[in-house]
């Protein structure tokens, strides 16, 4: 029983550590999220259409 005991204590430790590791994971991703959310408001995003069309439009020009 005893070992039983161990074996189930390091079972419970290494799903702790597995958890906080998630947690950690979670947490950086959010944040990761956020500051390219932030730099979108800042710079403005462009859907790729509009990316495609501008550069036809300077590719166009280009072959005048």
């Given amino acids: ?17 597995l958890m906080q590791e998630q947690e950690k994971r979670r ?9 390219a959310r932030a730099e979108a408001e800042r710079a403005g995003v462009h859907d790729a259409e509009a990316v495609a069309a ?7 020009g280009a072959r005048r």
């Fill in 1 to 17: 029983e005893r070992g039983a005991a161990a074996e189930h204590g390091r079972l419970v430790r290494s799903a702790l550590r």
């Fill in 27 to 35: 947490r950086s991703f959010a944040e990761m999220l956020d500051a």
């Fill in 54 to 60: 501008e550069m036809d439009k300077v590719i166009r």
